[in-house]
């Protein structure tokens, strides 16, 4: 039996005029069949910390006041065997190819 998985991926600094150097590509995947557990899992942390639903976890929201929801997260994601987690780094994300 073959495993079918769930895919999300983002990226950080890919624009031009972003002052950043380096660019990340990520992406978190889950088997598909645990993709509604792991979402109920991740409300009720949400819920926990007094947070809405739908809201939006990224990492440019992290603040002292956040911090403890964020840790929960962290610690859920590398309890959890079904999640999984892979990034590229790219150190100069704006340099030319040379000849172009």
Known sequence: MTTEYNVYCDESCHLENDGQK??????????????????????EIKQKHGLERDFEIKWTKVSPSKLAFYQDIVD??????????????V??????PSGT
């Open 22 to 43: 380096a660019m990340v590509l990520g992406a978190v995947w889950c088997p598909k069949d645990k993709r509604l557990e792991i979402a109920e899992r991740i409300r």
């Open 91 to 96: 150190p100069d994300g704006r340099r030319q």
């Open 76 to 89: 859920y994601f590398f309890d959890d065997d079904d999640l999984h987690f892979r990034g590229l780094v």
